[in-house]
């Protein structure tokens, strides 16, 4: 998306979403037992 070269807070929103939807698949797979 954009021009920047790895920039180090990219990374950490990469790994924000990534534990976000873990989460979210958790509560989902909680919900349907």
């Given at each position: 998306?954009?021009?920047i070269a790895d920039p180090p807070y990219?990374?950490?929103l990469q790994q924000l979403?990534?534990?976000l939807s873990g989460l979210v698949s958790?509560?989902?797979l909680?919900?349907?037992d």
């Open positions: 998306m954009f021009c990219d990374k950490s979403q990534s534990f958790e509560e989902k909680e919900l349907r």
